[in-house]
């Protein structure tokens, strides 16, 4: 990690910079709420802890998050892979709140927002690869920036929210065949 300039509180991150700070620092320790936006969308292996060697699936762990009091939205373009579908239906079987997920296909931009006072903006998706998860020979060339610049995080906080809240459906041209259902029409 290296700080940028003091002055604008961003840190850049790249390749296994993005798992350790995004995910074992800040995502496994939320209290409050993660937010994340992606265009792709993996059920990968997340550790139970910071230094446990075991892990679960992230939609489990999502889950497990929400049975602890946290809000977990996820805001993606693709369709979910194969391994994530049927851990999300037994997390909806259980009958007790689960993390909300919601697609639109012009998703693109990247980021995760925790308990609303720290961000990660950068070219990584919600992958192993992407993230940083795989080994130094395997993982994808990844960057982006980590602050906790409230200001910054009050205009990505809004973009989402816009986004999730389908404030750019009504004039979004994109075909029926690649939109499931408007954002806008989904219950808020």
Same mark, same amino acid.
């Given at each position: 990690?290296?700080?940028?300039?003091?002055?604008?509180?961003?840190?850049?991150?790249?390749?296994?910079?993005?798992?350790? =700070?995004?995910?074992? /620092?800040s995502?496994?320790? %939320?209290?409050?709420?993660?937010?994340?936006?992606?265009?792709?969308?993996?059920?990968i292996?997340?550790?139970?802890?910071?230094?446990?060697?075991?892990?679960?699936?992230?939609?489990?762990?999502?889950?497990?998050?929400?049975?602890?009091?946290?809000?977990?939205?996820?805001? #993606?373009? %693709? $369709?979910?892979?194969?391994?994530?579908?049927?851990?999300?239906? =037994?997390?909806?079987?259980?009958?007790?709140?689960?993390?909300?997920? $919601?697609?639109?296909?012009?998703? #693109?931009?990247? %980021?995760?927002?925790?308990?609303?006072?720290?961000?990660?903006?950068?070219?990584?998706?919600? +992958?192993?690869?992407?993230?940083?998860?795989?080994?130094?020979?395997?993982?994808?060339?990844? +960057?982006?920036?980590? +602050?906790?610049? =409230?200001?910054?995080?009050?205009?990505?906080?809004?973009?989402? /929210?816009?986004?999730?809240?389908?404030?750019f459906?009504?004039?979004?041209?994109?075909?029926?065949? #690649?939109?499931?259902?408007?954002?806008? /029409?989904?219950? $808020?």
């Amino acid at each position: 990690m290296r700080e940028i300039d003091q002055s604008t509180g961003f840190t850049y991150l790249e390749d296994r910079e993005i798992f350790e =700070k995004v995910l074992l /620092e800040s995502i496994l320790n %939320a209290k409050k709420s993660i937010l994340i936006s992606t265009a792709n969308l993996r059920n990968i292996r997340i550790p139970k802890s910071r230094k446990s060697r075991k892990t679960i699936s992230c939609v489990e762990f999502f889950w497990r998050k929400v049975q602890d009091g946290v809000e977990v939205r996820i805001l #993606h373009s %693709a $369709r979910p892979t194969t391994s994530w579908l049927p851990d999300e239906e =037994k997390s909806d079987e259980r009958g007790k709140p689960t993390f909300v997920r $919601r697609r639109c296909p012009r998703v #693109h931009f990247k %980021a995760v927002i925790v308990d609303g006072c720290e961000c990660f903006v950068g070219s990584a998706n919600l +992958t192993g690869a992407g993230l940083g998860a795989k080994s130094e020979y395997k993982r994808n060339f990844e +960057t982006g920036f980590w +602050t906790t610049g =409230k200001s910054f995080i009050s205009l990505m906080q809004e973009r989402f /929210e816009k986004i999730w809240q389908g404030g750019f459906c009504d004039k979004c041209k994109i075909k029926p065949d #690649h939109c499931d259902l408007p954002l806008s /029409e989904l219950p $808020r």
